[in-house]
């Protein structure tokens, strides 16, 4: 059974950074890729970034681009999202999401493993 295990969250000033870190366990985590969405109250669930399995490819919506970066290491078994220049709008829980496939997607549906997500709450 895969279980993808969260930490990071908080409460930070606008301007500000947060780590989120994603330990993923039960499956070969170098072979497939991850991604990272997020849920503000009241809002349907939307993609924030993914990676492809080796790191070598990353994507990002305009909202985050830039200002976050997502990167994994495989000895470890665990993907990271860096959040710089965090801004009010970005408050939400943010969910790290394992893909069934190698390569990096904007597509929820090929996601079948999720954290529990730690809430980010980002003041003005």
């Known amino acids: 059974q895969v279980q993808l295990v969260e930490s990071g969250g908080g409460l930070v000033q606008a301007g500000g950074a947060l780590r989120l870190s994603c330990l993923v366990s039960?499956?070969?985590?170098?072979?497939?890729?991850m991604g990272w969405f997020r849920q503000a109250p009241g809002k349907e669930r939307e993609f924030v970034a993914t990676?492809?399995?080796?790191?070598?490819?990353?994507y990002y919506p305009d909202s985050v681009q830039g200002r976050f970066t997502i990167s994994r290491d495989n000895a470890k078994n665990t993907v990271y999202l860096q959040m710089n220049s965090l801004q009010p709008e970005d408050t939400a829980v943010y969910y790290c999401?394992?893909?069934?496939?190698?390569?990096?997607?904007?597509?929820?549906?090929?996601?079948?493993?999720w954290g529990q997500g730690p809430q980010v709450t980002v003041s003005s």
């Open positions: 999401a394992n893909s069934t496939g190698s390569s990096g997607s904007i597509n929820r549906g090929v996601y079948d493993s």
């Open positions: 039960g499956r070969t985590f170098s072979r497939y890729a």
């Open positions: 990676i492809n399995w080796s790191g070598g490819f990353t």
